[in-house]
């Protein structure tokens, strides 16, 4: 599953090289020797935002060194990314139209900047925006949860706002914090079960009404029995890549 | 930080000037000679809608309209309707050939062109990715239908808003955009 | 009991049962009082569970979620431009707003830059759906606190916002006018001149809230003193926007954030703070800040230069492979986009910011033994809206 | 009763009853036509009602209409009883303070001696009227409501009474009818040219006595019971119907009682400067002078509820017990003082 991401590293490190945005280096041999190789892996996009990708152990150490040591102190959101892609098919071809691309979960995908190497992905924003330590700082803290054991440990006893973003993470993926003050349910109702924003919960509404744009062009009806060429599938219909050639 | 306002005359006073004015204002609006005489339907802000209307800016979209004859059921339209609300149906036809003596050509004809305005949400996306200009928009907003089913519009009714699609406005100065043509 | 009785109290049971079961309280002194979800003070479906000792509440909670359209999960099965027209039902009354930071983040992952033209008009549009939303909050403002003339001034001065919104973008209130790499379309001529008179009359009715409302002893009586945030708690919140800049934080996205999609920068214009952190100094923050605004489109209607309104851009939008975040400084707050994009047609995972879900975070922390007006007094110098809120 | 025809006693209780519904009901709804619907609009920069009669004049008859034919609910665990009595009360109230106001030499309806101290008297049983309200339609926001509405109504009506008590001094009596004619007869420092309208010499008096109305009536800046952004409408939450509509007539009605009192007390009640109190035509032109007297008293009462925001309750209560109450005993004295020197 992680061959991946091995040479994503490594395009990585050499489009960084062209222009260095020493600032952001700055920030990120600042956690660097703050959490020594608990920082996993890092990337920079220049002059836009820093990534640092750190152990799930040192979630709270990392969280604490950036609000120390960067003096980010402003809690902009926390969420997580679930990378398998959606088992329900993608756009407008719902199951019912279109054969269900069955997904094994052996089959490898490409985690997002930074590397990480399982289905879940835990991600928080903290920014120092008093510029307090002499310059104004951000930085983008991001995790991997292992399949089996999604835990971690809750920032809450940092920053109070992380309270109802691990409320809505927990109850969107699954994601059990510990030590939150309350984990309740945020938005859903309580008897709701499933966890919505993981890939792999199907999106209803799209099932139950077949899609109108499904319809293709009949054929000619005096000429039905003559040979007839599949639709007139122009560019635009790779948008549903899966329905064009039913005639 | 900034030196706050603190308020002259006691706010309380000012407060009742304020409102006072606008009564002044509403009901002897300034009109030269007759501002004594006091008139305050036309002070208002306000307008009496069944009996004056206000009529809404050009681009203003209020209802999608439908020239048949550009229509060639590419289905784009429909495809890219995020709210699926519109229903084609087309069949494949021969046309009496441009050139005489050349071959008929292939043409798509379209059976039914339906927009259901109960799930539209007048984004737009359907009228910019129509590559025939076959659908506008028109400022029309007052058809409302007492039964929810009303509100599915055939391709005729839609035919029929073409007369109220107002031509396209010039652009404002430096604008590089060219001013398109409503196909009559 | 008759039948219907005993069918009533069946239905008062499992409603209690609801309500106690989602907020698990059990409460044997003092009153639950529940604001909401259907209250007048609440702008859309806001719950706050308060628990009273006659009018001081002694514990209060925020249940939102009546209004949770699952916008993140409908944008994943979106194409690009489908999920712009999703985007700007978030914040319904700066909804141009909603869109800009969403397609700065596609044209940053797809490395493509609105022509000159192009990004002023955009920020004239921006810098208006402020206008609009923060006239509507003062005169709000006045009617969550008694007085009922304001809200009229509002609505009398906002339409014509609206007017000249619909009449470039054709919608008054979803105006889905942004493209990534410009906009839909240009301005119709005479558009400037009539936006600069109606800038006018947007400054006339920032003066009439301010001696009708801000001046006011009875409104400074209510409102000084009242929900004080100091500046610390409210960062570690989260609280963004006036709201934070209330409590004397000189921080704002258009001046610090770094975006360079919107043509603030260009612009001389003021930040405006207050010390104080309390009701008052939230809502005087918002009432400069519209003025402010009202001063930056006449600046930008003047300096508009020429040139095409849409960059090279196929028909058909693959955004290429990668992730981006874009915070822009949105009339409520800071709204950010997390774009995540595997190269097809649509987004793969959007994490929408948005600013009213932090501001709102901070309630139960500030509504500890306060008056029982006074909780309305917060909610309404907060300013959220519920579709930011919920999603 | 010295009118010319003779009328049998009981034509005489058929006409008073008749003429204090009139009296009641009449003002109550020119009050609400030309304020509430009207001025409010003009003040808004917006037109009001315009469609029931030429110039929305119609529009209270629909209103009327309206409430008359909507379902009265009594919520479910509601004390029915006390439910349905309590606007029964506070409308009663109304009726008795209309009762000591004199219209004209000959026509009151109870010539009382003890006139204003009856008015002031009568006019706190609305708070029992809305307290009742308050705790029998089991909602938590009446009760809320209800519980506020008895602590300010009280709270204002000290500072009321100590503001008549100046008038009172200056007048010698307690008859409304006598506190008429003295303003009517009286002169300030030798001149008497326009009589002695109590407002001259008692603004403090008359500016207390109107905040206190204010209070009384539960408008704007002091209306917490009836808090529309926060109990929705207090007391008056679960009312619906023809229960609201006598809510509402009471509402209006004591605004019109309480501006005629003041007009009585402070602005010469029916007397005009230069007119001979006992002709027989004042009957007539009386209750109008009254009536222009009182609209113009409910155009400040009602000017202060459509500009101020809303008092918070312990502020509310602070500006009673620690200024206008302090303000109307000085008052007092003052008035004691001048009245012994000259």
């Known amino acids: ?247 | 930080m900034a030196k706050f306002p603190a308020p002259k005359a006691p706010g309380l006073v000012k407060g009742l000037g304020v409102t006072l004015k606008t009564m002044m204002k509403t009901t002897f609006p300034s009109r030269g000679m007759k501002t004594l005489i006091p008139a305050p339907s036309i002070g208002a802000a306000t307008v009496q809608y069944p009996h004056e209307k206000e009529m809404p800016a050009p681009r203003a979209r209020g209802v999608i309209a439908l020239k048949e004859e550009n229509c060639t059921v590419c289905m784009l339209c429909a495809r890219s309707c995020p709210d699926w609300c519109i229903y084609i149906e087309g069949h494949k036809d021969t046309a009496p050939p441009r050139r005489p003596g050349g071959k008929p050509r292939q043409v798509n004809k379209l059976d039914r062109f339906d927009i259901d305005y109960a799930l539209c949400m007048y984004c737009g996306i359907c009228v910019e990715v129509c590559p025939f200009d076959a659908l506008f928009w028109s400022p029309e907003y007052e058809y409302s239908e007492l039964r929810l089913a009303d509100l599915l519009h055939d391709k005729d009714r839609l035919g029929e808003w073409m007369q109220t699609v107002p031509d396209f406005e010039p652009y404002e100065a430096g604008s590089e955009q060219k001013v398109r043509k409503v196909p009559r | 009991m008759t039948v219907t009785e005993r069918q009533q109290r069946a239905y008062v049971d499992a409603q209690a049962a609801d309500a106690r079961v989602n907020v698990e309280l059990e409460t044997d002194e003092g009153m639950t009082l529940n604001i909401g979800p259907q209250h007048p003070a609440t702008h859309g479906t806001l719950r706050v569970v308060a628990k009273l000792d006659g009018e001081q509440v002694v514990w209060a909670d925020v249940v939102p979620g009546y209004m949770h359209r699952g916008y993140e999960k409908l944008a994943e099965v979106r194409t690009f431009p489908q999920v712009t027209t999703l985007v700007n039902r978030i914040d319904w009354l700066g909804s141009f707003a909603n869109e800009v930071p969403f397609i700065l983040a596609a044209e940053q992952l797809m490395e493509i830059e609105a022509p000159p033209r192009a990004r002023h008009i955009r920020t004239i549009l921006f810098e208006m759906a402020r206008v609009a939303n923060i006239t509507l909050f003062l005169g709000d403002l006045g009617a969550q606190l008694g007085a009922v003339t304001p809200v009229f001034y509002a609505f009398r001065d906002r339409e014509h916002v609206l007017d000249q919104i619909e009449a470039v973008t054709g919608g008054r209130f979803h105006p889905n006018f942004d493209r990534i790499g410009g906009l839909k379309d240009d301005l119709p001529k005479g558009w400037i001149a009539d936006t600069k008179a109606v800038m006018e009359r947007i400054r006339a009715f920032c003066d009439q809230v301010e001696e009708l409302l801000f001046g006011n002893e009875i409104f400074e009586a209510r409102t000084r003193g009242v929900g004080v945030v100091p500046a610390e708690v409210a960062l570690s919140y989260g609280l963004s926007g006036a709201s934070v800049r209330g409590s004397g934080v000189d921080w704002d996205l258009r001046r610090d954030g770094g975006v360079t999609g919107l043509a603030h920068a260009d612009l001389d214009w003021k930040v405006w703070t207050h010390p104080d952190g309390d009701s008052f100094a939230r809502c005087w923050v918002r009432l400069q800040e519209t003025r402010e605004a009202t001063k930056m489109v006449d600046q930008l209607c003047d300096g508009l230069p020429g040139g095409p309104i849409m960059a090279k851009v196929p028909r058909i939008i693959k955004v290429p492979e990668g992730e981006a975040y874009v915070e822009t400084e949105n009339p409520l707050g800071a709204m950010g986009y997390y774009v995540v994009s595997k190269g097809d047609l649509g987004p793969f995972r959007v994490k929408i910011r948005s600013a009213s879900f932090s501001n709102v975070s901070i309630l139960p922390w500030l509504l500890r033994g306060v008056y029982v007006p006074d909780i309305i007094t917060i909610l309404a110098s907060l300013y959220f809206i519920l579709g930011d809120i919920d999603r | 009763m010295s009118i010319a025809i003779e009328l049998a006693y009981w034509q005489q209780t058929v006409l008073r009853t008749v003429g204090v519904l009139v009296a009641v009901l009449i003002p109550a709804g020119t009050l609400v036509y030309v304020f509430l619907f009207k001025m409010m609009s003009f003040m808004q920069s917006r037109l009001g009602p315009m469609e029931a009669g030429p110039y929305g004049s119609m529009q209270l008859l629909a209103e009327v209409g309206k409430w008359i034919q909507k379902e009265d609910i009594i919520p479910w665990r509601a004390d029915r009883r006390l439910f349905a009595i309590a606007p029964y009360i506070v409308v009663a109230s109304v009726f008795l303070i209309l009762l000591a106001v004199p219209f004209g030499p000959d026509a009151w309806f109870a010539d009382l001696d003890v006139g204003i101290f009856w008015v002031l008297a009568v006019s706190s049983i609305s708070v029992l009227g809305i307290l009742i309200a308050g705790w029998a339609s089991a909602n938590k926001y009446s009760l809320l409501g209800g519980l506020r509405a008895a602590g300010q109504l009280i709270a204002y009506e000290l500072p009321m009474v100590l503001a008549v008590v100046g008038v009172v001094i200056q007048a010698g009596t307690l008859n409304l009818q006598g506190i008429v004619a003295a303003q009517h007869g009286g002169e300030i420092f030798g001149f008497g040219g326009i009589g002695n309208p109590y407002i001259l010499s008692q603004f403090i008096g008359f500016f207390i006595f109107l905040v206190a109305t204010q209070a009384e009536l539960t408008q704007t800046p002091f209306d917490m019971p009836i808090a529309e952004s926060e109990l929705v409408s207090g007391y008056m939450t679960e009312y619906s119907g023809m229960r609201f509509l006598l809510f509402f007539i009471a509402e209006f009605a004591s605004a019109g009682a309480f501006a005629a009192v003041a007009a009585t007390l402070f602005l010469g009640g029916w007397s005009i400067p230069w007119v001979d109190l006992d002709a027989n035509f004042m009957n007539v032109v009386g209750p109008l002078v009254l009536l222009t007297k009182m609209m113009l008293v409910a155009f400040l009462v009602f000017w202060a509820r459509f500009t101020y925001p809303r008092f918070r309750e312990d502020q509310l209560q602070q500006l009673a017990w620690k200024v206008l109450i302090p303000l109307s005993l000085v008052n007092i004295l003052a008035t004691m003082a001048l009245k012994v020197m000259f």
Not at chain 1, 148 to 154: A, F, G, P, Q, Y
């Open chain 1, 1 to 247: 599953m992680a061959d991946a991401t091995t040479d994503q590293a490594a395009k990585d490190a050499e489009d960084q090289s062209p222009e260095v945005d020493e600032l952001r280096q700055g920030w990120l041999d600042v956690l660097t020797d703050a959490l020594g190789d608990a920082v996993v892996g890092s990337h920079i996009a220049p002059g836009r935002v820093l990534w640092v990708r750190v152990a799930r152990a040192s979630w709270f150490e990392a969280a604490e060194a950036a609000r120390e040591r960067l003096g980010c102190t402003f809690f902009d959101f926390l969420s997580a990314i679930d990378w398998m892609p959606s088992p329900w098919g993608r756009y407008e071809d719902s199951a019912v139209d279109v054969g269900v691309k069955p997904f094994d979960p052996s089959s490898s995908f490409t985690t997002g900047v930074a590397g990480g190497d399982t289905r879940f992905q835990l991600l928080c924003h903290l920014a120092n925006v008093r510029g307090r330590n002499g310059q104004r700082a951000d930085v983008m803290l991001k995790t991997d949860l292992p399949d089996d054991d999604l835990r971690i440990r809750s920032l809450v006893p940092l920053y109070g706002g992380a309270n109802w973003h691990e409320r809505e993470c927990w109850e969107m993926f699954g994601v059990e914090f510990d030590g939150h003050p309350g984990l309740r349910h945020l938005y859903l109702p309580s008897e709701f079960e499933g966890h919505p924003l993981r890939k792999d919960f199907p999106l209803l509404a799209r099932l139950v009404k077949p899609w109108p744009g499904i319809v293709d062009v009949e054929p000619r009806p005096a000429a039905a029995d003559e040979e007839v060429e599949p639709a007139t599938a122009d560019d635009a219909d790779g948008a549903a890549d899966g329905n064009g050639d039913e005639a």
